[in-house]
């Protein structure tokens, strides 16, 4: 995982990650990025404690000012994973500030042994951090969305190794990626942001499998101060609004995703439509944001 200034929260993580049930060392690679606090020190702590359970390589290097960002970290810190496993195995990459259950690393294993080449981590609010009552009722509005939004693109565009029950999310607070395919892409995009997003694409355009199992997940700090521009900090920012000035929460009407679902099953039908899909569907105009996200209209 790359980490920068989280001497407050990588501490947990790394116990989450000794708590895991998957049998035997694993190992782990954190790429301390422009970092001025005293994180190093806490890793090194939490290292001794736990040596029987986590093999850590701590990778420390200041990015100039143009790559000082998530897509160079996370590109440095998975190819030192890449390296350490030689080329082979699963590798599986979160956000410092984030908690994964005890099951994570297995279930995500389960999942690449199902068939897939890259597995996305639901996304859950951290209960253990205070959050703003906004951000907690809009989060939950917002899965009810999500859901109502993979159950249309079920109906009409279903993958079979993305089966439900399943969810949605593919960020890098929790993805796994097979070595093979990891390589075939030639690593993690050198992007500003949405390098996360932007390596699922990839594998997904270059034929891989993306799978959502329910029971992968992760949680995730409601904090309104991160360390990554555009990071889970800011969508909590913009979810937490203004209290002196309350906004609807707007996304794109359900019609939007049913004429989307008819698009990519139109296109699975060619010989190489699901790379077609990867390839073409980043390049196709937002949809408006045109319903307004109220209880009443989400259920």
Known sequence: MPARDEVHRIGRLLAALAAQDHLGAIPVVIALNNTTD???YVIEAV???HVDRLDI?????VFPEDLAHAGSARRRAMDLGFRRLGGTGVLLTTDADARPPPNWVAANLKAIAAGADIVGGALALDEDEPAASAIIDRWA?????????RTIEDEIDPKPWDPQPRHGDHTGASLAVTAKAYRAVGGVPVVPLG???ALVNAVVAMGGRLAHPIDVQVK???RLV???AGGMAEAMVALSGDPDRPR?????????WRERAEWRRALRGRPDGYAEIARLEPTLPPMPCDMALEPETVR
Do not use: C, N
Request: aromatic share 8%; hydrophobic share 40%; glycine share 8%.
């Open 57 to 61: 390589h701590l990778d420390e290097h």
């Open 38 to 40: 005293a994180s190093r």
């Open 226 to 228: 991160g360390r990554a």
């Open 220 to 222: 995730v700090s409601p």
């Open 141 to 149: 509005l917002l899965a009810r969305y999500w859901a109502i939004v």
């Open 195 to 197: 390098e996360d997003v």
């Open 248 to 256: 609807t929460l707007t996304a794109p009407g359900f019609r939007h």
């Open 47 to 49: 290292g001794r404690r």
